[in-house]
């Protein structure tokens, strides 16, 4: 059990629980440590005879997850957890023993999740672990893409954008980035795979890469027509890795229903697609989190790669925030 210092106590007993608190205790009670520490553990680096010992992986692990919540640099978290005691409690760093591990340090765990892809890993794990817990359904999936800019200015040493990234129009605004497409459980909108393209590559042409291929329906909006035509779905059905009998509830374009005669046909029609949409709408829960709450509204790095690599882990830890109040409150039973 972890022993906190005089200070930490002396800052556990005051009156006012912030939102910052709260939000870290819940997240203390719902992710799975073990589990995920146990992904980590093959590939990390053992203490030797000489040198500075390695810092723990669970500790490395927690700050990483509160770089991801608060869309912090690697300096950025070092300064907030020896700002922050709440940050420190979490990360279970007492300043009187030791210092937070630096901005290196953190850097260096990241290129070591991303070389052995282990944030990809870590999302398996984090829904498998769900899917234990009766929250990840494979019945319905929802579809859905969503574009994440990227630094578009030259001024720098080699005077380029990210040749990775794309630029697309949509609506009457230009955009530079890149688009994460999401395949999402119908039932409670957690994200069950990720594919990652630049910013201009069609939403259609990859609905393959989001499904996972036991589900009988699939929701999406207008930008989907045609997905069930496309020969890479079609190929998938021969293949055996998407079901043929795929119920796909892709929604009509808004222009083609308005012009529908008026009368009971329009009418049906409408209400029709209304409740399509009031199942699709689950999975702009997983990217508002995403954006507004982890404020993951930029691509931090440069290339797809990092990039991805990154959104496996924040994909991950959305889906813990969006399941935990299942998580902590599993029976049902009013909160006291």
Sequence with gaps: MHQLSFSSSEHAMKKRITRREKFLGEMERVVPWAKLVAVIEPVYPKS??????????ER???MYFLQQW????????????????????FVRIDLSCEAVPDATTLLKFRRLLEAHDLTQALFAQINAHLAQQGLLMREGTLIDATLIA???????????????????KKGNQWHFGMK???GADADSGLVHSLHTTPAHASDVAHTADVLHGEETQVFADAGYTGAQQREEVVQAQEQGTIR?????QIAQRRSTVNKLPEGQHKMLIQALERAKARVRARVEHAFHVLKNLFGHKKARYKGLAKNTAQLYSLFGLVNLALAKRKLLNPQGTPAS
């Design 48 to 57: 030797g005879r000489v040198g500075r010992p390695p810092v723990g992986v």
């Design 60 to 62: 490395m692990l927690r």
């Design 70 to 89: 608060y869309s912090l640099s690697d300096e950025g978290l070092e300064d907030a957890i020896t700002d922050s005691q709440a940050l420190r409690q």
């Design 150 to 168: 990227a630094p578009s200015s030259t001024k720098n040493s080699t005077g380029t954008r990210d040749p990775e990234m794309h630029s697309t």
């Design 180 to 182: 994460a497409h999401i």
């Design 244 to 248: 043929p009998d795929v119920d796909w």
